[in-house]
């Protein structure tokens, strides 16, 4: 396949799944597997190509969030004050924790049984958990404690592909009984420093290597990544004001399924 569609593809994958808690990773690696695009473009499989386009797909949904962001000026008010504080509590424990799991040597397997397993087992946690706080009341404020554990649950999403990072910090900020909407709103924007630096150092250190970078391909699937991020997050936010994450947790435990046939056919690996 012509390594120009391929870019384009990976990026719409990358844009769509990024934020809704399916796992991107997960799809990416799915999706590289699938098309053979370790074979017919290995550049489009590596970590540095993956983070990047994650980057602008990031970046590209900020200004949904701009009423949020608008508050950083009202910083001498405790409650916005503390809402970024909790942010950058939360960023802490997960790069403290990605350092502690990198020194370990632990990294992503990129593949698709480990995968399966991942999205099988949120799908499910999802359901369960939908119906266990289905008609109860929510909270609107994340608390100390909250962010804590929810910087603590993203580490999750580095050592299982598939688990998803959105996913896995909007099932913890459920458990504590936060309401969708605002749930929503803090994994994102703790999404934003934590992948943006992890895709900065990616670049880095391929630079440090000497690495040769395909500027156009990668340039083409950000570029797609960050429209289909836009619209699909802002699909999302007008979504979970109305819907539970019920109907992920399916789709989760679906894909897994199909993947299982696909793993007996021989068809992926």
């Known amino acids: 396949m012509n390594i120009w569609l391929l870019a384009i593809i990976l990026g719409l994958v990358e844009g769509i799944t990024e934020f809704?808690?399916?796992?991107?990773?997960g799809h990416l690696l799915l999706a590289e597997n699938f098309l053979r695009v370790r074979e017919n473009a290995p550049f489009l499989t590596t970590e540095l190509f993956n983070s990047f386009i994650q980057c602008w797909a990031l970046l590209a949904a900020l200004p949904l969030f701009k009423d949020r962001l608008a508050t950083i000026g009202r910083w001498r008010e405790r409650i916005h004050r503390d809402y970024f504080l909790k942010l950058g509590l939360a960023l802490g424990i997960t790069i403290a924790g990605a350092l502690v799991m990198k020194g370990f040597g632990l990294e992503l397997r990129d593949a698709a049984l480990p995968i399966l397993v991942a999205l099988a087992v949120g799908g499910?946690?999802?359901?369960?958990?939908?119906?266990?706080?289905?008609g109860r009341n929510t909270a609107t404020e994340i608390t100390w404690k909250m962010a804590?554990?929810?910087?603590?649950?993203?580490l999750l999403a580095v050592a299982f592909p598939g688990s998803s990072r959105s996913g896995v910090t909007i099932l913890v900020a459920l458990m504590f009984g936060l309401a969708r909407p605002v749930?929503?709103?803090?994994?994102?924007?703790?999404?934003?420093?934590?992948?943006?630096?992890?895709g900065v150092k990616t670049l880095f250190d391929a630079w440090k290597r000497g690495e040769t970078i395909e500027w156009g391909?990668?340039?083409?699937?950000?570029?797609?990544?960050?429209?289909?991020?836009?619209?699909?997050?802002?699909?999302?936010?007008?979504?979970?004001r109305t819907h539970s994450f019920a109907g992920f947790g399916w789709y989760r435990i679906g894909l897994a399924a199909l993947i299982a046939v696909l793993l007996l056919c021989g068809v992926m690996h």
């Not at 804590?148 to 993203?154: D, K």
């Not at 990544?225 to 979504?239: K, N």
């Open 20 to 25: 809704i808690p399916v796992s991107s990773t």
């Open 124 to 134: 499910v946690f999802f359901i369960v958990i939908e119906r266990r706080i289905h």
């Open 183 to 198: 749930a929503t709103e803090f994994s994102f924007l703790l999404g934003v420093p934590t992948l943006c630096a992890a």
């Open 148 to 154: 804590a554990v929810i910087g603590a649950a993203q």
């Open 217 to 240: 391909p990668m340039l083409l699937a950000s570029g797609v990544a960050a429209l289909s991020s836009f619209l699909t997050v802002r699909w999302l936010l007008g979504y979970v």
